[in-house]
Nanobody, 124 residues
């Protein structure tokens, strides 16, 4: 069974930074495409960023381009989301997801495994 555990969320002032981590259990992490999504209360799940199994082709949602960076360390079975210049509208629960295809997809349905999420709150 594959498990994903997010960490690094918290409360930060607007303009600040946070780094989220997602630790993935199992020996096949290096073959997974990984993604980050977020969901705010009353809103649909929104694509944030994705990366393929080799760490290439990083893709970002329009609302976070130029501010967020996705990366992965296959030796540590971990994917990261560096979030800079945070805004109040970035407030949400952030989930990481793993896809067995190895590609970094934009749609939630393309992913096979999900973490429980970590809360990010940005105050104005």
């Amino acid at each position: 069974q594959v498990q994903l555990v997010e960490s690094g969320g918290g409360l930060v002032q607007a303009g600040g930074s946070l780094r989220l981590s997602c630790a993935v259990s199992g020996r096949t992490f290096s073959s997974y495409g990984m993604g980050w999504f977020r969901q705010a209360p009353g809103k649909e799940r929104e694509f944030v960023a994705a990366i393929n199994w080799r760490g290439g082709s990083p893709t970002y949602g329009d609302s976070v381009k130029g501010r967020f960076t996705i990366s992965r360390d296959n030796a540590k079975n971990t994917v990261y989301l560096q979030m800079n210049s945070l805004k109040p509208e970035d407030t949400a629960v952030y989930h990481c997801a793993a896809g067995v295809s190895g590609l970094g997809y934009l749609k939630p349905l393309e992913y096979d495994y999900w973490g429980q999420g970590t809360q990010v709150t940005v105050s104005s």
